[in-house]
Each structure stands twice: as structure tokens, then as C-alpha cells.
């Protein structure tokens, strides 16, 4: 990870207000989907269980930030709306982004904006994909605010009570990063796993009944 992405970098760096527009920026802005926000939030709680930020403005602020970013993605989506599928390629969007959160969408259907505050890159778009397919309002933000929920206080209360409770637990933060930027891979990768097995599965349906035709 470059050094200016570096989680512990960016909280002694920037502060409490840096973490909050990091959130802000990283779930539902299209500048944001490098961004380091799972390890950021753990990071941002274990430094407040430190004494270097207060949690309870922590937990208070990057909810609110995730809830409101999410919003501004569905209101881009929204009047937007396909024109961004014909939008060319740049260095803060790619198409295929945008793709294989649709993807997501065909498969889980409005749980996806829960779903996707673990992913990366996937939780930048869905947001913007739920504006651009029309999805009820009061359904949005039901999903929004359990998902904003669940991924923030998780993640700061997580990094918080681990710093609280395990001596010397900064001699493991490293580790403990790296498990957590692998396990929001392991969603993706199984998602990519799974459509390239029914896209084998059904290309050897069509090889067959193809055989089949010709006798």
C-alpha cells in the first residue's frame, strides 16, 4: 500500500475530520473507490482506544458521512441514469466498475448496498447503480442506514476493543490490516469464481445441445 494511503499515516495525518471526508469521499463519490476504508475505520478505532481521537465522535461522524455520501451517489445515479454506462474511461472511473456492481445487483437485489460496505470499489458504485435503477427512495435508505450501520460501528468498535483489551496490540496492528484489506477481497473473488463456473457451466449446455443438433 502506498505510503499515503497508509491508514496509520492518514489518522495521525489528518485527524478525525481527514477520516470523516475520507469516508465521505471513498462510499459514494466516484473519487473514492481507492481508498482504504475498511483498515481506515479499524485503524481509527484502535487510535481512539489510544486516546488520539474521541470514539464517540468517531462512530458518530463516519456514520453520518457514510450515510450521506451514499446519498449524493443515489441522487448522481438518479439523474444521471444510463448515460453513465456511455461515459468514457478515466482514471476515477472504469466501466467495468460499474459492471460488476450490476452484476452484484442481479444477484442480490437491494441487500446489495448492505453488502457492498465490504467490498471495495463495488460500494463506490452501488449507491450511484440503486440512483440509476430507480430504486424506491424510503428502500434506499433503509438499506443505506443498516449498511452505513453495520460497517462503521463494526469496524471502529472492533479496532477500538481490540486496542482496549490486548496488551501491546499495536505490535500486531500490521497483521491485523492486512487480514482485514484480504477479507474484503474474499466477497469478490468468490463472486468471480461463482460467475466463471455458470458461464462454463453454460457454455458446456451449449456445446452439447450444439452436438446434439448435428446428429
Do not use: C
Request: aromatic share 14%; proline share 5%; net charge positive.
Amino acid at each position: 500500500m502506498p505510503h499515503f494511503l497508509d491508514p496509520v499515516v492518514l489518522v495521525n495525518s489528518l485527524g478525525l475530520i481527514g477520516v470523516v471526508a475520507i469516508i465521505f469521499a471513498e462510499s459514494g463519490l466516484l473519487i473514492g473507490f481507492f481508498l482504504p476504508g475498511d483498515s481506515l475505520l479499524f485503524t481509527a478505532g484502535f487510535l481512539a482506544s489510544q486516546g488520539f481521537i474521541s470514539i464517540e465522535a468517531l462512530v458518530v461522524l463516519t456514520f453520518l458521512a457514510a450515510v450521506f455520501d451514499d446519498n449524493i451517489g443515489y441522487a448522481f445515479g438518479k439523474r444521471i441514469g444510463p448515460k453513465i454506462f456511455t461515459k468514457e474511461d478515466s482514471f476515477f472511473f472504469h466501466k467495468k466498475h460499474l459492471v460488476r456492481t450490476e452484476r452484484f445487483y442481479e444477484r442480490y437485489g437491494k441487500k446489495t448496498i448492505i453488502l457492498a460496505r465490504f467490498m471495495p470499489v463495488v460500494r463506490t458504485f452501488a449507491p450511484i447503480l440503486a440512483g440509476v435503477g430507480r430504486m424506491p427512495y424510503r428502500d434506499f435508505f433503509y438499506y443505506n442506514i443498516v449498511g452505513a450501520g453495520i460497517w462503521t460501528l463494526g469496524l471502529n468498535l472492533l479496532g477500538y476493543y481490540l486496542g482496549s483489551l490486548i496488551p501491546h496490540v499495536d505490535r500486531y496492528l500490521v497483521p491485523i490490516l492486512l487480514a482485514i484489506v484480504l477479507t474484503s477481497f474474499i466477497p469478490p473473488v468468490l463472486h468471480f469464481l461463482r460467475e466463471r463456473k455458470e458461464k462454463n457451466k453454460q457454455t458446456n449446455n451449449g456445446l452439447k445441445e450444439k452436438d446434439s443438433s448435428i446428429f
